[in-house]
Structure formats: structure tokens, C-alpha cells
């Protein structure tokens, strides 16, 4: 009978054991999943956060393009953040011994990927409005070329030799004119843009500066 006792005594502190190893294992593969995802957001946060805007058209299209990449993954992502969420609440729900860590590192996990979504964010705006700023660069790139090639025209103190030179060139200067009435809206879409150009370039500082201050 004192073997039987002492066989059965077993019974629960093995049901105990059992049930700690179980909520070990449950913790640790928690753990690993936390990992995980931060060294996810820890090699994204470099590219969300980075200062380069391009110095061309060319350049800011590309580097938004690759932006548009990054937005893409942190989208397909918020199903493993999400699934780290369920996973805290069964975790705590079910009174894990190991509840407040739980929480503690869900809650870590949660505010730097709503950090780095906030960066990616900022910085698709700021791409955005260097695009904004590129396009009127070239715009305006183009309209000097324009008009450096009417200039020998308006400027020439070529008033003909006789009148059929002074016809040809009459006709040529009328011709000038229609263009230059022609683009004039043009120049007017640049003087607007240009002016909106320059708060761009002021929000784009300011949220540089914001996100250097998220870094420190």
C-alpha cells in the first residue's frame, strides 16, 4: 500500500510538470515569433527612414518605386503582427505564468512597427512632394531651353535689306508671337508651381527634421 501511495503521489506533480513545460514551450515559441518580427521591422526601418529624396526626376521616380515596394511588404505583413496579437491574448487569457512578459514584449512589438509604419508614411509624402518639385525643375528646365531659342529671334538686329527680307522676316516674327501666346499658360502653371514648390520644400525639412528627432 505505501508503494501504491507513493506511485500515485506522481500523478499530480507530473500533471504540474507536464502543464509548466507546456506553457514553457508555449512561451519560448512566443518568444521566437517576437524575434522574429522585430528583426523583420529592424531591416526595414533603415529604408523607411532613409533622407534621400533624389536630385532628378529620374531618381525620385525610382527610389518612390522602390518605396511602393516597402509599402507593399509592411501591408502584407500586419497578418504575422496581427497573428503576434492573438497569440498574446490566448497567452494572457489563459493566465500564462509569464503574462506581464507577454504583454511586455507584444507592447514593444506593436509600437515599433506602428513606428515604422508612421515612417514610411512621412516618407512616401516626402517623395511625393520631391516629385512634386522635380517635375517643376525639368518643367522649367524646358521652358529656358525655349526660350533661349526664340531669343536670337526677338533679339536680332536684323531688320532686312529689302522688302522682301523684311517680309520673311515679319513672318518669322509673327510667328514668335503665336508661340509665345501660345505658351504662356504654360508659364503661368509654372509661376503657380513654383510657388508651391516652396512650401513643399518647407514640409519636406520639417519632416526630415521630425524624423530625426525619432531617431534620437
Known amino acids: 500500500q505505501a508503494l501504491t501511495a507513493r506511485y500515485n503521489a506522481f500523478a499530480q506533480p507530473m500533471q504540474r510538470r507536464k502543464q509548466q513545460l507546456e506553457e514553457s514551450l508555449q512561451l519560448h515559441k512566443f518568444l521566437r515569433v517576437i524575434d522574429d518580427e522585430t528583426s523583420w521591422i529592424k531591416e526595414k526601418e533603415p529604408l523607411a527612414a532613409s533622407d ?83 517635375r517643376y525643375l525639368a518643367d522649367a528646365a524646358e521652358a ?38 501660345a505658351y504662356h499658360s504654360d508659364i503661368d502653371r509654372l509661376a503657380h508651381d513654383c510657388n508651391k514648390c516652396k512650401y513643399v520644400r518647407q514640409d519636406i525639412q520639417q519632416q526630415q527634421q521630425q524624423q530625426q528627432q525619432q531617431q534620437q
Request: proline share 1%; net charge negative; no cysteine.
Open 52 to 134: 534621400n529624396l533624389g536630385t532628378s526626376l529620374t531618381s525620385v521616380q525610382s527610389l518612390q518605386k522602390k518605396h511602393n515596394a516597402l509599402l507593399a511588404e509592411l501591408t502584407g505583413r500586419r497578418s504575422h503582427i496581427a497573428a503576434v496579437e492573438k497569440a498574446a491574448q490566448e497567452l494572457v487569457g489563459a493566465g500564462h505564468y509569464a503574462a506581464d512578459d507577454v504583454r511586455r514584449h507584444r507592447d514593444e512589438l506593436l509600437q515599433r512597427w506602428q513606428r515604422l509604419n508612421d515612417t514610411a508614411q512621412q516618407r512616401a509624402v516626402a517623395l511625393e512632394h520631391a516629385l512634386q518639385v522635380q
Open 144 to 181: 529656358q531651353t525655349w526660350m533661349a531659342e526664340k531669343e536670337p529671334v526677338v533679339n536680332s538686329d536684323n531688320f532686312g535689306k529689302d522688302e522682301d527680307s523684311v517680309q520673311t522676316l515679319l513672318k518669322k516674327h509673327e510667328v514668335v508671337e503665336q508661340d509665345l501666346r
